[in-house]
């Protein structure tokens, strides 16, 4: 599974973005997606993940202001970043797996979001 993610960039706080992540999945049914981020400095965290059948779960962090949806057809999954402050910014890498007797892991090359003051 190759995973592509876009949609990153600069914005000012309070802003929205909206980044999104294509899943080639080669024939495979994906399981879970989401999304971590890397702060620079800091170790990678969750930010949101969506599993196949559409139970969200987010970080403390970003409750209330980013919303995760999925697009199952087309292997998709969105990430609507709204009230964006600049501790939001980071590496955002996109997230995906998918279990055939034992789990499968896989990243795709993350997209910088940075939010300025």
Request: charged share 20%; net charge positive; with cysteine.
């Amino acid at each position: 599974v190759q995973l592509q993610a876009s949609g990153g960039g600069l914005v000012q706080a309070g802003g929205s973005l909206r980044p999104s992540c294509a899943a080639d999945g080669s024939g495979f049914i994906i399981d879970n997606m989401g999304w971590y981020r890397q702060a620079p400095g800091k170790q990678r965290e969750l930010v949101a993940t969506v599993s196949r059948n559409g139970r969200t779960d987010y970080a403390d962090a970003v409750k209330g202001r980013f919303t995760i949806s999925r697009d199952n057809a087309k292997n998709m999954v969105y990430l609507q970043m709204n009230s964006l402050i600049p501790e939001d910014t980071a590496v955002y890498y996109c997230y995906s797996d998918r279990y055939s007797y034992r789990w499968y892991y896989y990243w795709g090359q993350g997209t910088l979001v940075t939010v300025s003051s």
